[in-house]
């Protein structure tokens, strides 16, 4: 089945810094999401991205649509402690087929020191 | 935004019993509900599509006789794990589907399940 490859798996870094992300699939899909989860919480939407090559940012946060429909990154500038958890990519899948469903990648773990 | 609540957050049950969850969506109409289980310092895999009025779709290797899913309503459709084992033990979460432009997917807290 399909699947999305995520990287960095965890990331260590000093309050401040930038970050980035990013996820590969070898399957095509129309809707790239990005998604933070909290300990024990669902996940929050974060970035929704519908168009090939299309760059949306969201405060600190952008992210894009790569124009191959296969990837995405997501990036957070000046990174704070409340950026700590875990960021979820994931590729919506055509709903003439697939009713809209989601593939998720591996998750990437931010840790984010004072 | 769209609210999704799931009841109950956590549950602890023995080995044997069965379980049921409940997924409501608050402020809107779901016609398509998704359930996923998430394994600890996993990533969320999709189980089954609910579908108001219909079978549920389920994902290959997952047993439909075990996680019964009835979307009996717009806005609820529950899983019930059926005679549960400690292996299932997971965080199960849900999803509402909310059609329009962009066909948004908006997930529940999540519920904890712990099978002793």
Redesign the interface.
Known sequence: ?QQLNQSPQSMFIQEGEDVSMNCTSSSIFN?WLW?KQDP??????LI?L?KAGELTSNGRLTAQFGITRKDSFLNISASIPSDVGIY?CAG?LP?SSN?????????TTLQVKP | GAV?S?HPSWVICKSGTSVKIECRSLDFQAT?M?WYRQFPK?????MA?S?EGSKA?YE?GVEKDKFLINHASLTLSTLTVTSAHPEDSS?Y?C?A?AWGS?????????T?LTVL
């Open positions: 089945g809707t998604y024990g919480e669902g996940p929050v939407l929704a519908y979820f919506q709903f009713t809209g469903k989601l593939i998720f990648g591996q998750g | 999704v799931q398509t998704f996993q990533s969320l895999m999709l599509t579908n779709t290959q965080f979460i999803s589907l962009y066909n948004e997917q908006f997930f529940g807290p999540g904890r």
